[in-house]
């Protein structure tokens, strides 16, 4: 048990919809990073948000948004959805940027499936 | 285009013994190191970090960064089947924002 959850945990979404996948970190946590992860890949950083600022993006193109809100949860939004974009989205959760060994946790993640 | 390059595997290795795994990283500009473990159908935990050249041990798991070669490597001693999961590497500069970029996975398999 992280203390960091997701949700909702499966989606099923059309080509072209938008979506927002939701993520509470735990109390304290700063710091909140997106990975999207392919199977059998390995996960690809999409962004971090440092107290409420992204403080950092991955390759994603702008249709990728996110937001942090001052209750520790945040969301990540991806527009017009394309076939790609079935993944796996995880969330992190860590008091600083820097993750470290017994302080950043993972979400259950949710998994998206475009058709 | 930052590449982490990391063997799929499996690699398999008997309980009891050391279990090795690599990853090469493109960007001679890293400056920070993660070893991640994935278990089946679970999401990552980060079990390992280092950020200078030479060896730092933590239980039965040792990290090596040799940044010359641009190498790093988990070195897992007294392996148990527990230990069957899939290592990821990740690389990232550092500096206020903290960007990684991840390998594919090694899978570990430890059989009894």
């Known amino acids: 048990e992280t203390g960091v959850t997701q949700s909702p945990t499966h989606l099923i979404k059309t080509r072209g919809q938008q979506v927002t996948l939701r993520c509470s970190s735990q109390?304290?946590?700063?710091?909140v990073s997106w990975y999207q992860q392919a199977l059998g890949q390995g996960p690809q950083f999409i962004f971090q948000y440092y107290r409420e600022e992204e403080n950092g993006r991955g390759n994603f193109p702008p249709r990728f948004s996110g937001l942090q809100f001052p209750n520790y949860s945040s969301e990540l939004n991806v527009n017009a959805l394309e076939l790609d974009d079935s993944a796996l989205y995880l969330c992190?959760?860590?008091?600083?940027?820097?993750?470290?060994?017994?302080?950043?946790?993972f979400g259950p993640g949710t998994r998206l499936t475009v058709l | 285009q930052k590449e982490v390059e990391q063997n799929s595997g499996p690699l398999s290795v008997p309980e009891g013994a050391i279990a090795s795994l690599n990853c090469t990283y493109s960007?001679?500009?890293?400056?920070?190191f993660f070893w991640y473990r994935q278990y089946s159908g679970k999401s990552p935990e980060l079990i390992m970090f280092?950020?200078?050249?030479g060896d730092k041990e933590d239980g039965r798991f040792t990290a090596q960064l040799n940044k010359a070669s641009q190498y790093v490597s988990l070195l897992i001693r007294d392996s148990q089947p527990s230990d069957s999961a899939t290592y990821l590497c990740a690389v990232a500069t550092s500096g206020g924002s903290y960007i990684p970029t991840f390998g594919r996975g090694t899978s570990l398999i430890v059989h009894p």
């Open positions: 109390s304290g946590h700063n710091t």
């Open positions: 280092i950020y200078s050249n």
């Open positions: 960007d001679r500009g890293s400056q920070s």
């Open positions: 992190a959760s860590s008091p600083d940027p820097a993750p470290s060994t017994d302080t950043q946790y």
